[in-house]
């Protein structure tokens, strides 16, 4: 079964671009990736997905490399309304999805 | 509006009761889930079910059952032999979004045993 695996956590000033980092080295080739955020005591929020292709929408950038093994969430312009947990997460067996323990991004003024 | 209504918020409940989470959404979401989250932790999957009438166990489902009468309702009960059930519980749907299954969750419900 793919798995992820993300740093526990990483700061990044405001204003500047956020870089996320996720490995799925285990993951097959017809998976998607997908990133979702949470803030604290909420439901997470959809941001991107992926296969093979990079990805942008009004929210962020994704970049998956060509092997597919990993994938980088950028937060181009990051706010303080931005810091959250940041999840990468695949689907696997059985419509099942994997969450891992995130990453948690805290924006500084 | 269409979402995912969880209920309630918040409910504490003394220990050995059985209670029932509610989980609605009126997305026309064929596949709904439930999760468990505890402080600092991921999302574990405790129970899906991809369509009405069925229903599969997740890594969790021990201490916990569910019921899929009907496409928009998935309700969850925390049963008494659950031994942990303190947490905060998520349920959310699928819907197809450029050839991908994009989950969508409810604003949580969070149990407190006394």
């Known amino acids: 079964d793919a798995k992820t695996t993300q740093p526990t956590s990483m700061d990044c000033a405001e204003g500047r671009a956020a870089n996320l980092p996720c490995n799925h080295s285990t993951i097959s080739g017809n998976e998607y990736v997908y990133w979702y955020r949470q803030i604290h005591s909420q439901g997470p929020q959809y941001i991107i997905h992926?296969?093979?292709n990079n990805e942008t929408n009004e929210m962020a950038s994704l970049i998956i490399t060509e092997d597919r093994k990993s994938s980088t969430l950028i937060l181009p312009h990051a706010t303080l309304r931005d810091t959250a947990v940041y999840y990468c997460i695949v689907r696997f067996t059985g419509n099942q999805f994997y969450f891992g323990t995130g990453t948690s991004l805290t924006v500084i003024p | 509006d269409g979402g995912i209504t969880q209920s309630p918020k918040y409910l504490f409940r003394k220990e050995g009761q059985n209670v029932t989470l509610s989980c609605e959404q009126n997305?026309?979401?064929?596949?709904m889930y439930w999760y468990r989250q505890d402080p600092g932790q991921g999302l574990r999957l405790i129970y899906y079910?991809?369509?009405?009438?069925?229903?599969q166990k997740g890594d969790i489902a021990e201490g916990y059952s569910v019921s899929r009468e009907k496409k928009e309702s998935f309700p969850l009960t925390v049963t008494s032999a659950q031994k942990n059930p303190t947490a905060f519980y998520l349920c959310?749907?699928?819907?197809?979004?450029?050839?991908?299954?994009?989950?969508?969750f409810g604003a949580g419900s969070r149990l407190t045993v006394l």
């Open positions: 079910s991809q369509i009405v009438n069925d229903f």
């Open positions: 997305l026309n979401h064929d596949a």
């Open positions: 959310a749907s699928t819907s197809r979004v450029r050839g991908a299954n994009v989950l969508t």
């Open positions: 992926g296969l093979k």
